[in-house]
Nanobody, 123 residues
Framework: QVQLVESGGGLVQVGGSLRLSCAFS????????MGWFRQAPGKEREFVAA????????YYADSVKGRFTMSRDNAKNTVDLQMNSLKSEDTAIYYC????????????????WGQGTQVTVSS
């Protein structure tokens, strides 16, 4: 059974940066594409970013493109989300996810979800 544990959330001012990390355990990480989703208060959960099993391909929601960067270290079983130029609308709970294909992450066909980490951007 895969376990995903997020860390790195917190409170930051508009324009600031945060780096989220996700620790993967239970199976071989290279068998999975990884991603991040988020859910803001009163809104539906939405796709943020995805990365292929090798790290060779990344995908981003238009709302974060150019500001967020997703990466993975398969040797350390971790994935990161570097978030720069944060806006108040980035405030949400961020979830690390795993799926067997990148396309499945993009389409929300997720096999495993983390518990989430809160990101709050204040103005």
């Amino acid at each position: 059974q895969v376990q995903l544990v997020e860390s790195g959330g917190g409170l930051v001012q508009v324009g600031g940066s945060l780096r989220l990390s996700c620790a993967f355990s239970g199976r071989t990480i290279t068998g999975y594409a990884m991603g991040w989703f988020r859910q803001a208060p009163g809104k539906e959960r939405e796709f943020v970013a995805a990365i292929s099993w090798s790290g060779g391909n990344t995908y981003y929601a238009d709302s974060v493109k150019g500001r967020f960067t997703m990466s993975r270290d398969n040797a350390k079983n971790t994935v990161d989300l570097q978030m720069n130029s944060l806006k108040s609308e980035d405030t949400a709970i961020y979830y690390c996810v795993a799926a067997t294909r990148s396309g499945f992450v993009l389409n929300g066909r997720i096999d495993y979800w983390g518990q989430g980490t809160q990101v709050t951007v204040s103005s």
